[in-house]
C-alpha cells in the first residue's frame, strides 16, 4: 500500500514494470520507493528499510523477491520453523519468518511510518483528474497531464480516472453570435405580429397558470391573456384577432410565433397563409 513508503523515496517510473506472478497474470509496478519496516529479529524488534520497493497498485500484498535479498548480501534460511534472513557481512539475523498455512513463507515485520509519512503519503496518491482540471481553474486536461508527468506540481504523482465532460467548461465554450440585422419593413396597422406562449407557472389567484402575449410590430403595443390551460391559446387569440381587426379595421397579415403558438393556430387557419 502506497501509504506505507517513505514518500521522500517514491518516484513515479517513466516506463511502468510489468511483474509476472505465479498464475500467469501481469501486474504493472509505476512507482519505486523503500518502506521502513519494524522487523522481529528473535530476541527484539528492529527499525529497517527494505530500498526500492516497486508500488503496484492492484495487490495490497508486498512481495519479498529470495533471489534479490540474496543479490543485497543476505542468506535466505527457509527451514521452518527457524527460517530467518541473515545479512552477510555482519552474520546477523535481520529478520525471521514464519510459514503460513497457504505455504508461503511471511516476513515477521510490519510497516513502520511515521505519523508524518503518512500525511505527506496520503498527498502523494494519485489524484483524479476531473479534480485536479477543476482545482487549476478548469485548465486543459492535456496540460494537467503534462504538468503531473513533468513532476511540475508538488505532491501529486500520478492521475487517474478518465476525463469527464466537464460542464462549466462546455457553458463556457457557447457563445452568442449576434443578431442579424432585419430590414423588414411594416407598412400598416396589422402587418406583422409576434406571439409567445409561457407557463406554466404557480396557480394565480384567478387559476391562471399560463399567458401569451400578442405584440404588434407596426404600433409596438403587447396584449396579454391569462389562461388555466394552455390549450385556451386558440380562442384567446381568436378573441384578440376580432378586437384588433375590428378596432382598426384592417386583417391580420402575418403572424410570427414558435411551434407552440403557430401550431394550434395554423390547424385552425389551415386555409388562411399566415407566415
Ligand atoms: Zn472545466
Same mark, same amino acid.
Given at each position: 500500500m502506497i501509504k506505507y513508503f517513505d514518500p521522500t523515496s517514491l518516484k513515479q517510473l517513466k516506463t511502468p514494470v510489468i511483474i509476472c506472478v505465479g498464475n500467469n497474470d501481469t501486474l504493472l509496478a509505476t512507482a519505486v520507493g523503500n518502506i521502513p519496516f519494524l522487523f522481529n529479529v528473535g530476541s527484539s524488534v528492529k527499525k529497517g528499510v527494505v530500498m526500492d520497493v516497486l508500488y503496484c497498485s492492484d495487490i495490497t500484498t508486498t512481495l519479498v523477491s529470495v533471489s534479490q535479498l540474496n543479490a543485497c548480501g543476505n542468506r535466505v534460511i527457509l527451514d521452518r520453523p527457524d527460517s530467518h534472513i541473515v545479512h552477510k557481512p555482519s552474520g546477523r539475523t535481520v529478520a525471521r519468518m514464519h510459514l503460513t498455512r497457504s505455504g508461503l513463507f511471511c516476513l515477521d515485520a510490519s510497516p513502520h511510518p511515521s505519523k508524518v509519512f503518512i500525511s505527506l503519503a496520503m498527498s502523494l496518491q494519485s489524484l483524479d483528474i476531473n479534480d485536479l482540471h477543476r482545482r487549476l481553474g478548469h485548465l486543459a486536461f492535456d496540460e494537467c497531464k503534462k504538468l503531473v508527468y513533468r513532476g511540475?506540481?508538488? *505532491?501529486?504523482?500520478a492521475l487517474h480516472r478518465w476525463q469527464d465532460l466537464c460542464p462549466g467548461c462546455i457553458e463556457g465554450k457557447i457563445h452568442q453570435a449576434p443578431f442579424h440585422i432585419s430590414n423588414s419593413v411594416t407598412v400598416?396597422?396589422?402587418?406583422r405580429v409576434h406571439s409567445d406562449l409561457a407557463g406554466p407557472f404557480p396557480f394565480s389567484?384567478? *387559476?391562471?397558470?399560463y399567458f401569451v402575449i400578442f405584440f404588434n410590430e407596426f404600433s409596438k403595443k403587447l396584449w396579454v391573456y391569462f389562461m388555466a390551460?394552455?390549450?385556451d391559446m386558440l380562442a384567446k387569440f381568436m378573441e384578440w384577432k376580432a378586437m384588433v381587426e375590428l378596432q382598426l379595421g384592417c386583417v391580420l397579415q402575418e403572424f410570427q410565433s414558435d411551434n407552440g403558438c403557430y401550431g394550434m393556430i395554423k390547424s385552425k387557419y389551415a386555409n388562411q397563409d399566415y407566415n
Open positions: 511540475l506540481i508538488e *505532491g501529486v504523482d400598416n396597422k396589422l402587418h389567484v384567478h *387559476g391562471c397558470k390551460r394552455k390549450s
